[in-house]
DNA sequence: CCTACCGATCGGTAGG
DNA sequence: CCTACCGATCGGTAGG
């Protein structure tokens, strides 16, 4: 429900109203509507936490450890679709873990970044803008759980490929 | 404000005390808090329309159709940074016009697609998922904005043509 | 898990 | 553009 109207548009009453309860009775299950927002994202920072430090520690070639990470990226999106979405705009409204939730971000991206230069030069890649390469794919990838959900038919191996293949490769001939 | 704090987590009195006004005088200038999102939305919604109207009927290959389309999307970005902001989730608190923005939406996108089909076709691009591609270079523009207000000290032209080449061509050697 | 209810705050209006 | 204020709704609590 946070997805579809946002966390702050979203109040206890409709949550109450689809779990079937009294709004009142919710609060034998959550301690507060900031904690929902707090689990889900949380959880997502350790997985995406899991996963660079897996991916770091690794010892494979820099251009492979970026593949790693955006298939990695691609299975959490499949797993965690609904949670994934609160990632680009509703963090914004944690409380106590805002900044935690910031820094585990950061970190990711600084990581993310040491890969691709070494994987320039490596020579593995061109030259390249390290920053808005980053963006440009981290933003696609974070933005994955809206495509997916409009299309859960596609194999996900094919997925994979085909993302890690338009992210690397390009897709001019 | 929007942009920082969502639309729904904005509050009228916020953006009376950012104005230097009472609450109440805010409705001399606007109808109403919904009125300030639907514009700028709206307006948005007219400037992509233009640019994939523009583009669409100019006499030069798909594969070119693209680059310009690119480059438009990266002017709007910069020249309404805080508007676009809004673009990826805050239209879902749109009301009479909701309808309205996802129907142009779905244009956009659609003619899109069919300027990637053209060029799979002329053989300029590799043969590719087409939703996929568009939902992959489409999710990367739309996240401009938060890069580029972190990062306004980049020369556009060099941006444009860094960004096209990344999302064209892709980054490997 | 419910009924009953709270103080706070919301978008917006009346009237000047 | 202000003071004063409205009905509605919010997240959450008391007490059972």
């Known amino acids: ?12 009453r409709d949550i109450a109203r689809e779990v079937g309860m009294e709004p009142a009775s919710l609060y034998n299950h959550i301690r507060s509507k900031q904690d929902i927002l707090e689990s889900a994202l949380m959880h997502l920072a350790n997985l995406y936490n899991d996963s660079i430090q897996n991916t770091i520690k690794q010892n494979i070639p820099p251009i492979k450890k970026l593949e790693q990470l955006i298939i990695d990226q691609i299975d959490i999106t499949i797993n965690n679709v609904d949670a994934v979405s609160l990632v680009p705009s509703e963090w914004v409204h944690l409380e106590q873990f805002k900044g935690k939730f910031i820094d585990r971000r950061n970190e990711y991206e600084s990581s993310f970044k040491l890969i691709l230069k070494q994987a320039v030069k490596d020579n593995d890649l061109r030259s390249l803008d390290i920053e808005l390469t980053t963006f440009s794919i981290l933003s696609t990838l974070r933005y994955l759980h809206s495509w997916y959900s409009r299309n ?9 490929n085909e993302l890690s293949k338009n992210l690397l490769e390009g897709i001019k001939n």
Chains 1, 2 share one sequence.
């Open 1 to 12: 429900m946070f997805r579809k109207r946002g966390y702050t548009a979203t109040t206890m």
């Open 152 to 160: 859960k038919e596609m194999d996900i191996e094919n997925l994979k």
